[in-house]
C-alpha cells in the first residue's frame, strides 16, 4: 500500500518557522521527483518546491529566499523548511512525489499550516 505520510503543519505566528516532513512506502518504483503543493481556501493547488533525485529543485517565486527543500533518497522522506512565514502561507501542504518510467503521482492527505498575522 503506498503511503505519503507528511507531519509538522500547525499554527505559527508571522515571521515564525516549521519544518514538514514527507515519508514515502509502498512505491515499487524510484521515485524521481518529490515536492510540496498547497492550496489555501477558494483557491487552486499551486506548486511550492519540488527536488529529483539528483537534488536539482525548484521553487514558486513567493518562497524563494524563505522556503528550503530537501531529500534523503535512502529514506524516501522530503523536507520543506519553511522561514519567515506570512499570513498568506497560510494552506493545506501537500506532499506529491512522481515515480516510476510512466511517472505516476501520488499524494500525500495534507498538514495544515497556519500563519496568524
Known amino acids: 500500500q503506498v503511503q505519503l505520510v507528511e507531519s509538522g503543519g500547525g499554527l505559527v505566528q508571522a515571521g515564525g518557522s516549521l519544518r514538514l516532513s514527507c515519508e514515502a512506502s509502498?512505491?515499487?518504483?524510484?521515485?524521481?521527483?518529490m515536492g510540496w503543493f498547497r492550496q489555501a481556501p477558494g483557491k487552486q493547488r499551486e506548486l511550492v518546491a519540488v527536488i529529483n533525485s539528483g537534488g536539482s529543485t525548484n521553487y514558486a517565486d513567493s518562497v524563494k529566499g524563505r522556503f528550503t527543500i530537501s531529500r534523503d533518497n535512502a529514506k524516501n522522506t522530503v523536507y520543506l523548511q519553511m522561514n519567515s512565514l506570512k499570513p498568506e502561507d497560510t494552506a493545506v501542504y501537500y506532499c506529491h512525489a512522481r515515480a516510476g518510467l510512466y511517472g505516476l503521482d501520488y499524494w500525500g492527505q495534507g498538514t495544515q499550516v497556519t500563519v496568524s498575522s
Open positions: 509502498g512505491i515499487m518504483f524510484s521515485i524521481n521527483v
